[in-house]
């Protein structure tokens, strides 16, 4: 497989306290096409810090990210965040005064890659496929239950057609079985379709699904 995503020598820290903190070191690590990883650390390790920088929502300091060997500062990262990745949180994110289907219709809007003109049609059957029938998608959102809105996110993520589905501890707010259930989706999507997936999760029974477990530690990631 080939890698999607590539990270050489990202450095990122903060002032605390008037020191500075050094959270990621000259950090390097390939991503490849199709394949599920979480990403576990210890508590402050800055495993969403590096998820948010992966994703294009916050700057490394210094280092380069390449998406199909495109440097990304050269894509521009609204340019990358519109058109090569989805995210998934653990709060869901979800805009409450529309229904199901209007949040993933909406994320159609928010992306320049080439979609079919039935985007509506598209938008329940991609709610299907992660387990949200019709009639609970034309629900408003905070009517559903927490498993449900988490699916309607992961819908949401991919309805523009991104390469790279990002998810900041998913699963923390649901029940076990419930956990279970959208890790099978992730699964799913990086097997059926060929999604690159990185989850940053606490849990060591979430990561013992992935295909790749990454652990976080002292600024480097390294396979575990």
Do not use: C
């Amino acid at each position: 497989m080939s890698a999607i995503l590539r990270l050489e020598n990202i450095n990122y820290g903060y002032i605390d306290g008037g020191y500075r903190r050094e959270i990621l070191k000259n950090l390097s690590y390939d991503f490849e096409e199709g394949t599920f990883y979480t990403i576990l650390g210890p508590s402050g390790s800055g495993k969403t810090t590096l998820l948010s920088i992966m994703a294009g929502l916050d700057k490394q300091e210094s280092g380069k990210i390449y998406f199909e060997g495109e440097d990304v500062d050269q894509i521009g990262l609204y340019k990358y965040r519109r058109n090569k990745v989805g995210v998934v949180f653990q709060s869901y994110n979800l805009i409450t005064y529309l229904n199901g289907l209007e949040n993933v219709l909406l994320a159609m809007t928010e992306t320049d890659n080439p979609l079919p003109k039935n985007k509506e049609e598209i938008a329940y059957a991609l709610l299907n496929m992660v387990g949200i029938v019709n009639t609970k998608a034309d629900r408003m959102v905070n009517k559903l239950s927490g498993g449900e809105q988490q699916r309607i996110a992961i819908a949401r993520a991919i309805a523009g057609n991104e390469d790279l589905i990002f998810a900041d501890e998913p699963t923390g707010n649901l029940d076990t079985e419930t956990e279970k259930e959208i890790i099978k989706l992730f699964q799913m999507l990086a097997e059926t379709y060929g999604k690159t997936i990185i989850v940053v999760t606490h849990s060591n029974e979430v990561s013992k699904l992935s295909d790749r477990r990454v652990l976080l530690k002292n600024g480097v990631l390294t396979d575990i």
